[in-house]
């Protein structure tokens, strides 16, 4: 989510110290702008057990999720795009483990999705890998490893491309934004593809949010235009409150 402390200090000061007055907004002068509360579902199955959940409990704890105007009415979904790999409490299976078979029937978070956008059809979707595949990282020709999954950025985009394009084909959930990898490295060369992949499929309405972690991509960004220009957000993680001043963070 997007949001601006000082906006939000000021708001909640003003109706702590003057519940019964009026509440004024100088609109002459506008930050950031504040998109909603979302919450994720990944790290390695923590919400797998959701699913098995017995009615109408688990249609109870869906609805305190994700109905408007009831409960946490989150406006945000953010999933792991699983990777065959522990990716904190848990393994969340691929959609590809091997780079020639697509399977976009693998894991939990497609129900949870599709539960989310049965009650809330505005709720925007985040997919964001934790851990990818060994092979993602490997050369295409000779099948050699580079133990780095942007070593070959048209390869990962590939990947991750056919996780958007199979929800949209597959469950008929279109993606709003997509992370790069969770509170690891981040590449500029890998944004740079996956943005021309995006765009190519007919996805150009996908939001790259780069990284997922510490504030130091703000730097990176500044110095390399072409990685700027394929990013849309900034992604932090206990953002410290200088890069607030970026119109276009969100922050977790």
């Known amino acids: 989510m997007r949001r601006t402390p000082t906006t939000l200090v000021a708001l909640i000061g003003a109706l702590a110290g003057a519940a019964a007055s009026p509440l004024r907004l100088n609109t002459s002068s506008l930050g950031a702008t504040f998109d909603g509360v979302g919450a994720l579902s990944g790290g390695g ?108 950025p048209e390869q990962t985009s590939r990947y991750i491309l056919e996780w958007v394009r199979g929800a949209r084909a597959v469950h008929g959930l279109e993606i709003d934004y997509l992370g790069v990898w969770n509170e690891r490295s981040s590449s500029s060369a890998y944004a740079q593809a996956l943005r021309a992949a995006l765009d190519a499929a007919g996805f150009a309405h996908v939001k790259i949010v780069a990284k997922d972690g510490g504030d130091d991509v703000c730097d990176a960004l500044a110095n390399d235009p072409a990685y700027a220009a394929a990013v849309d957000i900034v992604g932090l993680h206990c953002a410290p409150p200088r890069c607030f001043a970026c119109n276009r963070t969100f922050s977790f």
């Open 45 to 152: 199955a923590t919400s797998v057990l959701l699913r098995d959940y017995p009615e109408p409990h688990r249609s109870t704890i869906l609805d305190l999720l994700f109905l408007p105007g009831y409960a946490a009415s989150l406006q945000i979904l953010k999933v792991e795009i699983g990777g065959d790999s522990q990716s904190t409490d848990g393994t969340e299976s691929s959609h590809m483990h091997d780079n020639a078979t697509v399977d976009l029937h693998t894991g939990y978070e497609w129900w949870l999705m599709k539960e989310a956008k049965r009650r809330n059809p505005e709720i925007k979707l985040y997919g964001l890998p934790w851990a990818y595949p060994g092979w993602v990282g490997n050369d295409p020709q000779t099948g050699k490893p580079s133990g780095w999954p942007f070593t070959y």
